[in-house]
């Protein structure tokens, strides 16, 4: 079992920056795929960016790459989202999130951060 508890979110000026956080407790952290995803208020939850559980590996959505940094520390269990350059769409409850190496589904989540972007 894996509990995921998200920190970092508020309230940023478009063009500001944010650092999301993670927290992760229970064993098997370190060798999990972990993930962010976003929901926009009356849109459907969409991927944001994944990182493999050696941290070797990512993958962002287009709308957020060279913009947003996704990077773990496994010393410390917590997954972080540096997000720069936002921009008003980015306004989301942002959500981490957890997969086993060989699930196809996230299978762990966290209960979200809202990140408002104000233009």
């Known amino acids: 079992q894996v509990q995921l508890v998200e920190s970092g979110g508020g309230l940023v000026q478009a063009g500001g920056s944010l650092r999301l956080s993670c927290a992760a407790s229970g064993r098997s952290f370190s060798s999990y795929i972990m993930g962010w995803f976003r929901q926009a208020p009356g849109k459907d939850r969409e991927f944001v960016a994944s990182i493999s559980w050696s941290g070797d590996y990512t993958a962002y959505a287009d709308s957020v790459k060279a913009r947003f940094t996704i990077s773990r520390d496994s010393a410390k269990n917590t997954l972080y989202l540096q997000m720069n350059s936002l921009k008003a769409e980015d306004t989301a409850v942002f959500y981490c999130?957890?997969?086993?190496?060989?699930?196809?589904?996230?299978?762990?989540w966290g209960q979200g951060t809202q990140v408002t972007v104000s233009s």
């Open positions: 999130a957890g997969r086993c190496r060989t699930c196809t589904l996230y299978d762990y």
